[in-house]
């Protein structure tokens, strides 16, 4: 299983504060953590609702109850925000998709199972920062644009070696698309970005799961395993 607290948006905010200290000048860890807690709380929500680049520095201040001065402590432009909020899901997912138990490891399709719940499960966590870094990606500036882009390919990077040892191990069909860790994504994709339909739909997250491993098992699996054998993050 995932360590959820891990990827709390506080647990997120410390690994922030670690990352940029020589940046941030508020001396007190603690207050530190406390008030950039709240202030990436806020960015993540007022983005979600009118967009990143439609929100200002002043509406983030309002909205966070940080003066404008307390929030040049933490960064000094609404890029440099940007740029510490992309920098945590990148780090998050690399941080999720690498370490897979030793239980999966060697095995193809128990890690390729591992790692469509994993992920599933990763943004379930950390459901507003996935959907900050989707939905405004195609307004970013073009560095940061390309560091969105990065990320989706770093997750790619990771289905696409699952796929080509369970290739070469005849667990999957030769003929498997090398195109299938690209398609693979817009289906981790749709759990965070239209949860309002399936909540609508009254379907878990257990249920999308295991539905995404049988949809992508029947376009590479070599031959049918039990159900039992998923892996479930």
Sequence with gaps: MLDHEDLTTEALCRYMLERHRGTITVQKPEFALRKLNVIIAAALDLSNRKGFQAMSLRDLSRASGVSMGGLYAYFDSKTTLLNMILSEV???????????PAAVQGDPVAHLNWLIAAHIQMTEAMQPWFTFA????KNFPPAERRKAIDSEELTESYFAAVLD???????????????????????????YVKRA???????TIETYIATVQDFVQSACLAEARPQNERATG
């Excluded at 339909?197 to 379907?203: E, H, L, Q, S």
Aim: charged share 20%; hydrophobic share 50%.
């Design 90 to 100: 990148t780090a998050a997912v690399q941080r999720v998709l690498s370490t897979p």
């Design 165 to 191: 040892a369970g290739v070469a191990a005849g667990l999957f069909r030769p003929d498997t698309s090398p195109l299938l860790a690209a398609l693979i994504k817009p289906l981790l994709q749709d759990w």
């Design 197 to 203: 339909k399936y909540r609508r739909r009254r379907v």
């Design 134 to 137: 989707f939905m405004e990606a």
